[in-house]
T-cell receptor, first 111, second 112 residues
């Protein structure tokens, strides 16, 4: 069974440019999460979806970050414009009725 | 709010040594507690969990006991292997997985 797939694995951009990350959860998993992991820190929740509905986006910086989960399957996280402090790993995870399964993450470097 | 304090690393041990990685938490009520592991080049994966006080989670030779009186969930293994080299994260969960609060992670390196 395929795990959570994220792309791109690595992205380098200049500040003020836009960037988007894509996540394909495990088939049948209704709950999808985006986490932010800064260097040397643990992951922090950005947004949680139940099917296509964002049920917890309280930690998402809505001035520059946006996310969508059309049709309740794949999800996209966008940053526009990116700032130097956005350099981090963006993790996607999904769950059915129990354990969270994480993708390998997308590492963003903003120059 | 909820928080998790984890033993800082990095930790370097010889193969077959005993391991303890300390984890304490601050939370109201009765959260669930987890240990996640991240092997090099891979995503985070659940190592073990405990959902109530005095529960012991175990997997792959690792154990952790949910101690409410000391608000702790220390990770232990009696004899580590080179393949255990990874970053270990302690986490606290509300309503199961819905809201996880992670510690900062402890990098473990096992030397042959």
């Amino acid at each position: 069974e395929a795990g959570v797939v994220q792309s791109p694995r690595y992205k380098i951009i200049e500040k003020k440019q836009p960037v988007a990350f894509w996540c394909n959860p495990i088939s049948g998993h209704n709950t999808l999460y985006w986490y932010l992991q800064n260097l040397g820190q643990g992951p922090e929740l950005l947004i949680r979806y139940e099917n296509e509905e964002a049920v917890d986006d309280s930690q998402l910086p809505k001035d520059r970050f946006s996310a969508e989960r059309l049709k309740g399957v794949d999800s996209t996280l966008k940053i526009q414009p990116a700032e130097l402090g956005d350099s981090a790993v963006y993790l996607c995870a999904s769950s059915g009725t129990g354990e969270l399964f994480f993708g390998e993450g997308s590492r963003l470097t903003v120059l | 709010g909820d928080s998790v304090t984890q033993m800082e690393g990095p930790v370097t041990l010889s193969e077959e040594a005993c391991l303890t990685i300390n984890c304490t938490y601050t939370a109201t009520g009765y959260p669930s507690l987890f240990w996640y592991v991240q092997y090099p080049g891979e995503g985070l994966q659940l190592l073990l969990k405990a959902t109530k006080a005095d529960d012991k989670g175990s997997n792959k030779g690792f154990e952790a006991t949910y101690r409410k009186e000391t608000t702790s969930f220390h990770l232990e293994k009696g004899s580590v292997q080179v393949s255990d080299s990874a970053v270990y994260f302690c986490a606290l969960g509300r309503f199961g997985n819905e809201k996880l609060t992670f510690g900062t992670g402890t990098r473990l390196t096992i030397i042959p």
